[in-house]
């Protein structure tokens, strides 16, 4: 998969994610990891993009004597959440166009 469309997905799916409740690190990836591949390593520069962005905010809770940062979606994030949603159907036309174009080249 394209990088930038992955990019582009995994931010739309870690906003998803916690959308309906805020969430950290760890279960983010357990949430999102049967639908899209992701790690460590890629979750974090992304989520600090979203923060940096106004699409989330970030705080900090004790959990186990330990410190673990939780993410909250804004108004901002909801809001790029619905405009993928939008700009989706114009990829699926995309896409459509291209599978029938592709079965046409086969027959």
Not at 96 to 105: A, G, P, V
């Amino acid at each position: 998969m394209d990088i930038q469309l992955k990019r582009g997905l995994l931010e739309i799916c870690i906003l998803t994610a916690i959308k309906q409740e805020d969430s950290y690190g760890y279960k983010i990836i357990k949430d999102i990891s049967p639908y899209i591949a992701i790690s460590e390593s890629t979750l974090y520069p992304i989520l600090k993009r979203l923060e940096s962005s106004g699409c989330i905010t970030v705080y900090t809770v004790e959990h186990n004597s330990r410190l673990r940062k939780y993410y909250r979606i804004t108004a901002a994030g909801k809001e790029k959440i619905l405009d993928f949603l939008e700009d989706w159907k114009d990829v699926m036309k995309a896409y459509d166009f291209i599978k029938e174009e592709t079965h046409h080249d086969e027959t």
